[in-house]
């Protein structure tokens, strides 16, 4: 498995952006499909966006299209989620995951298909 570690994550308010990042110490994350979940307080953890190792496919839960791009970075080995507009009911832990496998639209969405998960980073979107 591999040890993920996330960053980025922070205050904001209503309306604004932040960009988080996913690495993982002396590994390359080119093989790996990578994924964003988050969990709200009292609330079950959702998948918020994919990339797969494959061909570059992105994924995005519907709530999140327009506002949220996930992107990698080869040269740095990071995988990012640029988000904007950001709403109040976004505010949780935001967890990358990743596997080695094929990912699909079938299966992006669960953190069923995720081996490896980092701690998380904190989201506060609030006034």
């Known amino acids: 498995q591999l040890q993920l570690v996330e960053s980025g994550g922070g205050l904001v308010q209503p309306g604004g952006s932040l960009r988080l990042s996913c690495t993982a110490s002396?590994?390359?994350?080119?093989?790996?499909?990578i994924a964003w979940f988050r969990q709200a307080p009292g609330k079950d953890r959702e998948g918020v966006s994919c990339i797969t190792n494959r061909n570059g496919q992105t994924y995005y839960a519907d709530s999140v299209k327009g506002r949220f791009t996930i992107s990698r970075d080869n040269a740095k080995d990071t995988v990012h989620l640029q988000m904007n507009n950001l709403k109040h009911e976004e505010t949780g832990v935001y967890c990358c995951a990743a596997d080695p496998g094929t990912i699909n639209e079938k299966s992006w969405w669960s953190h069923y298909t995720f081996a490896s998960w980092g701690q998380g980073t904190q989201v506060t979107v609030s006034t």
């Open positions: 002396g590994i390359s994350l080119d093989n790996y499909a």
